[in-house]
C-alpha cells in the first residue's frame, strides 16, 4: 500500500499555490500515483457556501472545517495536496499535530509586490480599490513560516523546477511513486 501524504501548500495569494498543486497533481499522476486530492482554499470556501468570514477566528473555523476533510481522505489512502494561504502560525500548527505522520509544509515564497502584480484572483485589485478587507500580507497578518519542510520561491524557480524539488522531496522520504 501506498504511504499517504498531506502536502501543506502555504503562500501568500497570488504566490503560485494552486498552480503548484495542479502541476503536482499531474506529475504525480503521471508516475502512477493515483489516489490524490488537491484542495483549493479558495474553492473549498466557495463550496462550503462562503459561509466563513475574513477574520482570524473565522479563518480558523474555515481550516477547522477544511481538516475535517483532509482527515477523511487522508482515512481513506487518498494524499491530499492543500494549497491554502495559512497565513497564521497556530493555523499551520494545528494542521501539522493533525497530520504528523504524513504532513509535508511547502512554503511557496514571493513578495508582496509580485503576488500584487500576478492578481490571479483579482483579491489585490478588490483589496486597493477599497471593496475587500483583511487581505493576508497586505493589511492583514501574514506570518512568514519558519519550519517549513520545503522552500520554493517563485519569483526563482519555475514551476516545473517547484514541482520537482517536491518530487525528490516525496522519493528520499519514501513515499512511493
Known sequence: MEKVFMIYLIGMSGSGKTTIANALQEKLESCGRE???VIDGDIIRKQ???IFGNTYEERMKCNRAVRVVVNYLIDNQISVILAQVAAYKEMR?????????????VYV????????RRDVK???KKFYQGEISNLNGANDVYEVPEDYDILIDTEKETVEES???IVSYLEENGYVL
Open 35 to 37: 489516489r490524490i486530492q
Open 109 to 116: 515564497k514571493c513578495s508582496l509586490s509580485e503576488c500584487a
Open 93 to 105: 500548527r494545528l494542521v501539522r499535530e493533525q497530520f504528523a505522520e504524513c504532513y509535508i509544509e
Open 163 to 165: 514541482v520537482q524539488k
Open 122 to 124: 483579482g483579491y489585490y
Open 48 to 50: 462550503f457556501g462562503d
